[in-house]
């Protein structure tokens, strides 16, 4: 993401960051909204798809993440026993059940329908990885002899 600024009469692209993009967004959250949430969930991101598409989140907590998993299991034992493969919770459901409890602040409101196709499962991923979901290799990254 990048502005332009003028410097000596000229315009040159300036390149940003997310914090300065949600700077600019005056529905944002304030500061002390986003202090309080650091007090209570720890670490909180900033993601961002353009210039209006921002999103706050936090990672999922081992207690949540292990009720997330018995929920799902429960609902597909339920469409088991009822013989009814459209009870069966897909991976989308997965994606939905991690946001609203993730997500702490959306620019543009609350409408999933009408956003980016992907913008949901890249959410997703960026919480589960914050949350230290890591991938084999990523994981023995994290690792030193002593």
């Known amino acids: 993401m990048s502005d332009k600024k003028v410097v000596d009469e000229v315009e040159v692209e300036e390149d940003l960051g997310l914090k300065d993009y949600l700077g600019k967004i005056a529905a944002k959250p304030s500061q002390q909204q986003i202090e309080e949430w650091k007090a209570e969930f720890g670490e909180v991101f900033v993601s961002g798809f353009s210039e209006e598409e921002m999103y706050i989140w936090r990672p999922v907590?081992?207690?949540?993440?292990?009720?997330?998993?018995?929920?799902?299991?429960?609902?597909?034992?339920?469409?088991?026993e009822a013989s009814d493969p459209s009870l069966m919770p897909t991976q989308f459901d997965m994606e939905d059940a991690l946001l609203n409890l993730c997500l702490l602040w959306r620019s543009g409101g609350?409408?999933?329908?009408?956003?980016?196709?992907?913008?949901?499962?890249?959410?997703?991923?960026?919480?589960?990885?914050?949350?230290?979901?890591?991938?084999?290799?990523?994981?023995?990254l994290l690792v030193a002899k002593l």
């Open 61 to 80: 907590r081992r207690k949540e993440w292990v009720k997330l998993q018995s929920d799902f299991q429960d609902a597909s034992l339920k469409a088991q």
């Open 110 to 140: 609350a409408d999933w329908d009408n956003t980016k196709g992907g913008t949901v499962s890249s959410l997703h991923e960026q919480i589960m990885q914050k949350s230290n979901f890591l991938t084999s290799q990523g994981a023995s």
